[in-house]
T-cell receptor
Framework: GQNIDQPTEMTATEGAIVQINCTYQ??????LFWYQQHAGEAPTFLSY??LDGLEEKGRFSSFLSRSKGYSYLLLKELQMKDSASYLC??????????WGAGTKLIIKP | GAVVSQHPSRVICKSGTSVKIECRSL??????MFWYRQFPKKSLMLMAT?????????EQGVEKDKFLINHASLTLSTLTVTSAHPEDSSFYIC?????????????FGPGTRLTVL
């Protein structure tokens, strides 16, 4: 079966750095997405990785290793507004988007 | 960036009534639209995929006669929850994709919170 694993919840301190991991087992791979979702709102796009390596976009970076079926989202200089759920999603060989359950990130002052 | 709107944002209805939710791509043509539902503290669950002008493809376990989807144009898809019951109360989110499946990225609407009394 297809599966995406990410931690349920993480806590970090304002101003610090946090890394959210995502591992996947899917039938084929055509890209990995990270989305941010605040409570009661729809997801918003953060990043897309299809090749191995690190993609940096401001305070957020995303890394992919296809051979390991692994990705992480790195958030730097954490702000209180970064408190949200972070969803990892993988596009399989049929271009179907498989969603992880999300990681709830709690930022403490 | 691509903008997707949903209407209404929140609806409360009595059990047995039908509710229609609209999803519009405002600044691009959406060849494919997706409908998701999300229960509290749970992940997104894909309900169906619809392509303009053709019948929607429903995920396993989703009743197509209960959740009617119409994708009549490249900018509008509607989801009608027929004879809604309290267990249908959920957060319904649509998304739209501008190109073919290789494009990947989906743009999400703001969601509709449905409460069935």
């Amino acid at each position: 079966g297809q599966n995406i694993d990410q931690p349920t919840e993480m806590t970090a301190t304002e101003g610090a750095i946090v890394q959210i991991n995502c591992t996947y087992q899917t039938s084929g791979f055509n890209g990995l997405f990270w989305y941010q979702q605040h409570a009661g709102e729809a997801p918003t796009f953060l990043s897309y990785n299809v090749l191995d390596g690190l993609e940096e976009k401001g305070r957020f970076s995303s890394f992919l290793s296809r051979s390991k079926g692994y990705s992480y989202l790195l958030l730097k200089e954490l702000q209180m507004k970064d408190s949200a759920s972070y969803l990892c999603a993988v596009t399989d060989s049929n271009y179907q988007l498989i969603w992880g359950a999300g990681t709830k990130l709690i930022i403490k002052p | 960036g691509a903008v997707v709107s949903q209407h209404p944002s929140r609806v409360i209805c009595k059990s047995g009534t039908s509710v229609k939710i609209e999803c519009r791509s405002l600044d691009f043509q959406a060849t494919t639209m997706f409908w998701y539902r999300q229960f509290p503290k749970k992940s997104l669950m894909l309900m169906a995929t619809s392509n303009e002008g053709s019948k929607a493809t429903y995920e396993q376990g989703v009743e197509k006669d209960k959740f009617l989807i119409n994708h009549a144009s490249l900018t509008l898809s509607t989801l009608t929850v027929t004879s809604a019951h309290p267990e249908d109360s959920s957060f319904y989110i649509c998304s739209a994709r501008a190109g073919g499946p290789e494009v990947g990225e989906q743009f999400f609407g703001p969601g509709t919170r449905l409460t069935v009394l």
